[in-house]
């Protein structure tokens, strides 16, 4: 069992930045992955980045390349997202996942636990 509780959404300017936390609690150690998904109002729930837990090797969504960055912090159990030059279509509930089987990464039914989710709506 491991529960996620995202942090530091809110409303920003269309070209600011947010940083979004996950803490993540309980069986941590066996985490293979944890990502980043976002859902707007009206759309399926959609990739953002991932983390390897342990190697930490990333990868993310085109949508998103160059301006945001995925991290992890294994001591502190949170996984962190970078948001930078943010765009009004950004905008939606950001969620964050914990995998524990070694698949690809990029869809949500790859993904076992999830945090509660955080608003992040960037104004134009």
Partial sequence: QVQLVESGG?????????????????????MFRMGWFRQAPGKEREFVAAITWHSGATNSADSVKGRFTISR?????????????LKPEDTAVYYCAAQFRATTGGRPNDYDYWGQGTQVTVSS
């Fill in 10 to 30: 809110g409303l920003v300017q269309a070209g600011g930045s947010l940083r979004l936390s996950c803490a993540a609690s309980g069986r941590t150690y066996s």
């Fill in 73 to 85: 912090d294994n001591v502190k159990n949170t996984v962190y997202l970078q948001m930078n030059s």
